[in-house]
């Protein structure tokens, strides 16, 4: 898309000139990826990716709007990064209606991130690996901070496997359902020395839990704040009590600090907040009084006369710019890691289905009139080839492992492509890779293939 804008004249000059960089490279690189080459990659008519790239770069106002099958792939920065050349390009972002927008898979993501949950940033996206901004946080706290990034999810199984990390405490998280490679997990959360698990509902990772401490819903039984994808933070207020030997996550954690030798006092949550809007610049002047005043306010709010930054990019249209220019990004593409071959012919995607909730821990108990019982999804090309009948249970098999299921045929599907949630592992019957021979259906978890 970005060549044929390029090509046919269509990129915003004016906006590239006057707040970016790195155009030059940026234009040089994607010279080979054609319309041609994008057809053959993809599978998507040329024409269509022809009219798609005009209407985007066309637009009066235009916005770029991902979920996780954009950002949970091997090159997932490359696929982030590449979406915003596209905005780049076209001048689609900092202004009404236009930008890009990671949608998220669920409520207060984006607050996790903004308090630090994320392995190399501290509240407000200060690197932990930047000196100064790391001594402001350990003057705060009384404390030092290891001065090096820390491990994902990934990064904590590798750790595991290589007997660096063996002492697990997990908050609202199941990993033991939610890992794409279920038996892994399993097998490491279950040779750790010790597990906790903090969460509302008795997991399958609670199950092989050392302790397991019950916690309260932020949604209904806590106090604090929430923050939504447009960056708007507001506040949450407790509706209900939490039920008899429930404890909210913060009183459970305070509790945990004075019993190891922190007194960090009475848990408050607007104390709590107060302490992040001394330490994030970008929280600065969002006072509880003032969320409440005004419905919630969208970061960076430096103090309390500012009002929020209603577009979070607008600093590019400013004349003269201000602050450093947004910098184009040479990518290459790459395919998926596993390749499709004479054995594992289908491409296996996963997702969500309307009724249900990623491990089926807070969806599972109640019943739903949108809810059927998980299946493999074949385009019915697909099941005429490989002569399969709608209910047929079939093996459907990987690189990596196998689970048994029932057929079911979307004409939504294109041929080649299979679809499969993650809802219900207990529906599923599995075996890992040294199982049996496949009877029925062969796989690769990205692709997939029945015969």
């Known amino acids: 898309m970005g060549r044929e804008i390029i090509a046919a004249g269509l990129a915003n000059t004016k906006f590239i000139e006057h707040a970016t960089s790195g155009f030059a490279a940026y234009r ?29 770069a066309r637009a009066e106002r235009a916005q770029l709007c991902w979920t996780l099958g954009i950002t949970e792939h091997h090159n997932a920065v490359d696929n982030v990064v ?48 930047n000196d100064e901004l790391r001594a402001k946080f350990e003057q705060a706290w009384g404390s030092k901070i290891p001065a090096q990034r820390g491990w994902h999810i990934s990064g904590m199984l590798d750790a595991m496997e290589r007997g660096e990390l063996t002492t697990l405490y997990v908050l609202g998280e199941n ?36 302790v397991v401490l019950p916690a309260a819903a932020g949604w209904c039984e806590s106090e604090g704040t929430v923050t939504s994808s447009e960056r708007r933070v507001q506040r949450v207020r407790a509706a209900v009590a939490p039920p008899a030997g429930v404890r909210d996550d913060t009183e459970i954690i305070f509790d945990l600090a004075r019993r190891l030798g922190h007194d960090w006092g009475t848990p408050k949550a ?50 003269p710019l201000i602050g450093p220019r947004a910098p184009f990004s040479v ?29 089926g821990v807070q969806t599972g108990a109640y019943a739903s009139p949108l809810r059927r019982e998980e299946s493999i999804d074949l385009a019915p090309e697909d ?31 294109r041929p080649g492509l299979a679809f499969l949630t993650m809802h219900f592992p207990e529906q599923v019957a599995g075996r890992n890779k040294f199982g049996p021979s496949p009877d029925r259906c062969a796989g690769n978890n990205g692709g997939t293939s029945c015969g």
Not at 177 to 201: I, T
Not at 291 to 311: A, K, R, T, V
Request: aromatic share 8%.
């Open 28 to 56: 040089e690189h994607v010279e080979k990826y054609t319309l041609e080459r994008a057809q053959r990659e993809t599978g998507v008519p040329a024409e269509i990716i022809r009219q798609v790239a005009h209407a985007y």
């Open 82 to 129: 590449a979406l915003i050349n596209l905005a780049l390009l076209t001048g689609h972002v900092g202004r009404y209606g236009s930008g890009v927008c990671p949608l998220r898979g669920q409520n207060n993501v984006q607050g996790g991130g903004d308090m630090g949950a994320i392995p190399d940033r501290l509240p407000g996206f200060q690197h932990v690996e």
């Open 270 to 319: 607007e104390c709590i907040w107060n302490e992040v809007r001394k330490l994030s610049p970008m929280h600065g002047g969002m006072s509880y009084s003032r969320l409440e005043q005004m419905g919630g306010i969208q970061w960076p709010c430096y103090d309390e006369q500012h009002p929020g930054e209603i577009f979070l990019h607008g600093r590019l249209w400013h004349d």
């Open 331 to 359: 990518v290459e593409q790459e395919p998926p890691v596993d390749r499709l071959d004479e054995q594992y012919p289908i491409r296996l995607t996963t997702g969500r289905r309307l009724d249900s909730y990623n491990t």
């Open 383 to 413: 099941g005429r080839q490989y002569n399969l009948r709608e209910g047929e249970r079939v093996r459907v098999s990987s690189r990596r492992g196998s689970v048994v299921a029932p057929v079911r045929f979307d004409s939504g599907l």
């Open 175 to 210: 990993p033991a359902d939610s890992e794409a490679d279920r038996h892994r997990a399993l097998k490491l959360l279950g040779g750790l020395e010790f597990l906790v698990a903090q969460d509302l509902f008795y997991t399958k990772t609670a199950e092989l839990a050392d």
